[in-house]
Structure formats: C-alpha cells, structure tokens
C-alpha cells in the first residue's frame, strides 16, 4: 500500500524567500512521485512529477523535487518565492503498474509581501 | 482541446435527493476517475474506470454509484444525498498506453462544489 505524509498543512514565507515543502511517501514497491498545485477555485495541474529518471526533478514555474530512496522523502523547492505562487499543493504517490494516485492532505502556502 | 469538463459547476441538494455529476474527456485517455476533496484530506478516490466497460472502487464508494457511458464520459451518481457528501468533486483521465509520454499523469478537471443540506 501507498500513503503520503506533507508536513505542516500551512507554510508562509516572504516574496523572494526559499519555499520547501516537505513530502514523505511510503510504498512497498518502488514508486512514481508527483507534485500538483491547485489554485483558489481550480482543478488540480500538475507541477513535476518522478517516474525513475533522474532523481532531480525540475517543474514550471520554477519550481524543483528530489526524489531521496534512503529518506523516503520528495520535497519541494523553489529558490524564490512570487506572490504568483500561493496555492495549495499536494504531493502524490503512485506504485509502477497500478491505476490509483494517493494524495497527501496538502500543504497551503501563503507569500508575504 | 477542452481537456476535462464537468457539469454542474455548483450544485445544492436537499438531504435524500439525487443527482448525476457529468465528466467528459477529449484527449483520446483510457482511464478515468472520481476523487472527492475535503479539507484538511486531500483528495480521496471514490471510483475509477481503467478502461472503457470497466469499473472498481476506491478509498470513499460508499453512497455513490458510476457509470462508463463511452470512451470520454464518466458519470458519478448520488443515488440518496447525505450532507457528508458535501465536498468538491473532481473528474481526472489519465492516457492507457505505456508509449504516451504522459502515461502516468492525471489531468484534472475544474471540480464540482456539491452542498447537502
């Protein structure tokens, strides 16, 4: 079974700060990774996603994960943040060969001017 | 392409009503899904449909029935509506074949907000 843990529901940094947020998965198989973001009264679009490439993984608007086995983490970066990119985001995990994604309960973030 | 659609945008019900919430994909993708979205629990899967004529359950099926009319339309019914089902609904398709480059993407359409009162 998959699962994923997004610590902080809510994370609040200044306009050009360092934006991380944290996502830990938990698969019996090896497993495709994803980042969505959705914005106020929208779907959900995808950000980047890991499918067993490059461990490094770069995504529009800027923004980057990396996939590490041995902390079974994929967090997410961006070096500096826009106003643009207060959203709601969620970090999802798929095992190789299955159909269903699971989320995260997601991770709001705020900019400050 | 319009990607994903769905109808009603906005939708009340009284408790004990039905109603069919409408998915139509144009991007040609096997696999399609129901997920339900709660604050504070991410999106939840209620239902997904791998390939046409197929159907299976997710985490949330409970209170909700679907139906694969074709390849691009997926529908989720609310036979008996229950105010805990009030929550944003959102259709995904996802392409078949391991040769799309897309293949294990879910592009998502703009949500249905369902309130049950």
């Known amino acids: 079974a998959q699962s994923v843990t997004q610590l902080g529901s809510h994370v609040s940094v200044s306009e050009g700060a360092l934006v991380l947020l944290r996502c830990n998965y938990s698969s019996s198989v090896p497993p495709y990774l994803f980042w969505y973001v959705q914005y106020p009264n929208q779907g959900l679009q995808l950000l980047l996603k890991?499918?067993?490439?490059?461990?490094l993984v770069k995504g529009i608007n800027g923004f980057e994960a990396e996939f590490k086995k041995s902390e079974t983490s994929f967090h997410l970066t961006k070096p500096s943040a826009h106003m643009s990119d207060a959203a709601e985001y969620f970090c999802?995990?798929?095992?190789?060969?299955?159909?269903?994604?699971?989320f995260g309960q997601g991770t709001r973030l705020t900019i400050n001017p | 392409n319009a990607g994903v659609t769905q109808t009603p945008k906005f939708q009340v019900l009284k408790t004990g009503q039905s109603m069919t919430l409408q998915c139509a994909q144009d991007?040609?993708?096997?696999?399609m899904y129901w997920y339900r979205q709660d604050p504070g629990m991410g999106l939840r899967l209620i239902y997904y449909s791998a390939s046409e004529g197929t159907t299976d359950k997710g985490e949330v099926p409970n209170g909700y029935n679907v139906s694969r009319l074709n390849k691009r339309e997926f529908s989720l019914r609310l036979e008996s509506a229950a105010p805990s089902q009030t929550s944003v609904y959102f259709c995904a398709s996802r392409p078949g074949t391991l040769r799309e480059t897309a293949y294990y993407e879910q592009y998502f359409g703009p949500g249905t907000r369902l309130t049950v009162t």
């Open positions: 999802a995990v798929m095992a190789r060969g299955a159909q269903k994604l699971v």
């Open positions: 890991y499918t067993s490439a490059a461990t």
């Open positions: 991007m040609n993708h096997n696999s």
